[in-house]
C-alpha cells in the first residue's frame, strides 16, 4: 500500500490553492468538496475539482476528492461530478456505518464498468468522527475491498460526545487507539487527527510523533506548512532502518540455527519484537527509503 503520511486537504472551489498544493509533494492532495467549501459554492468546487484532476500534474500526489456525506442530498452530484475526472481515491466524511461505504462503491464500481476502467482502481478513505462510528469500526473496518485506510475526525468527535478539546487530547486517546486497532486488524491504514494551529511548528512535531508511536500511519493536514514535519514523522530515520535491518537479519540466522528469543544489545528479542522491526522497513519502503 502506498505512503500517505501527509493528508492535505485543499479547498476544491479554489483553484489556486489547487495549483499549489499539487507542487508541495504531499503524498496525498484531498481535493475538499465539504467542510473547506461554503455551502452556496458546491457547484463551483465540483466544476474546479473535476478540471484540476483532468489538467494539472500532482507528480508522485495521491489525489483525493472528499465528498460530502452521505444522506446530505450532495453527495450523488459530488460523485457523478468528479468521478469522470478519475481521481485515485474517494474520502467519505461522517461514516457511521458500513452501509455508507458500500454505497459509495457500489456507485464508483458501476461507474468504472462503464468506462472500461480497471474494478476496484478508485480507492476509498473513510473519516471517523462519531460516538456511533466508533462503536461500529468492526462493520466499517471490514466494509469493503476498496477501503483502504481510516481517518479519525478529532474536532466532529469531540463536539458530539459534548468533550472539552484539550491540547494534552486525552479526550480523544481512547477514540485514537480504537482506530489504530481496528485499522491494523484489517490491514487499513489509519491516518491522525489534525493539528489546527498550523503556526505551531513544535506541536505539531509532538503531535505527529505520537501519532506515529500510536501506530498511525500518517497524518491529516490543513496548511503547506505542515507537509514537510508531518512527513518527516512518519518516515522512519536512517538510524531506525539499519537498527531494523540488523535485527531482522540476526533474527533470522538464529531462525535457521534452531534457536528462538535471544539477546541482542542488551535486549531478549523475540517474534513481537521482529514484527515491529518489519513495520519500520515497510514505513521506509513506502516512504521510498528502501
Known sequence: MRARRALLYTPGDDPSKIHKAAHLGADCVCLDMEDGVAANRKI???????????????????????????????????????LPSRPDGVVIPKVDNAEQVRW????????????????????????????????????IASSDRRLQALIFGAEDFVGDVGATRTRAGWEVFYARSRIVTYATAYNLQAIDQVFLDFHDTQGLQEDANLGMQ?????????????????????????????????????????????????????????????????????????????
Open 104 to 139: 459509495v462503491s457500489e456507485i464508483i464500481t458501476e461507474y468504472e464498468h462503464a468506462q472500461g476502467w480497471p474494478d476496484g482502481g478508485i480507492c476509498l478513505i473513510a473519516i471517523v468522527e462519531s460516538a456511533r462510528a466508533i462503536i461500529n469500526l468492526l462493520s
Open 44 to 82: 463551483e468546487a465540483r466544476a474546479s475539482i473535476r478540471e484540476a484532476l483532468l489538467t494539472i500534474d500532482f507528480g508522485k500526489s495521491e489525489r483525493l476528492v472528499r465528498i460530502n456525506p452521505v444522506g446530505s442530498r450532495l453527495e450523488s452530484l459530488d460523485l457523478s461530478e468528479t
Open 214 to 290: 500510536m501506530g498511525f500511519s500518517g497524518k491529516q493536514i490543513i496548511h503547506p506548512n505542515q507537509v514537510a514535519p508531518v512527513q518527516e514523522a512518519f518516515t522512519p530515520s536512517d538510524e531506525a532502518i539499519a537498527n531494523a535491518i540488523h535485527l531482522i537479519e540476526t533474527y533470522t540466522r538464529h531462525q535457521e540455527a534452531g534457536q528462538g528469543a535471544f539477546g541482542l544489545d542488551g535486549k531478549m528479542i523475540d517474534a513481537p519484537i521482529v514484527k515491529s522491526a518489519q513495520r519500520v522497513l515497510d514505513r521506509a519502503r513506502a516512504a521510498g527509503k528502501l
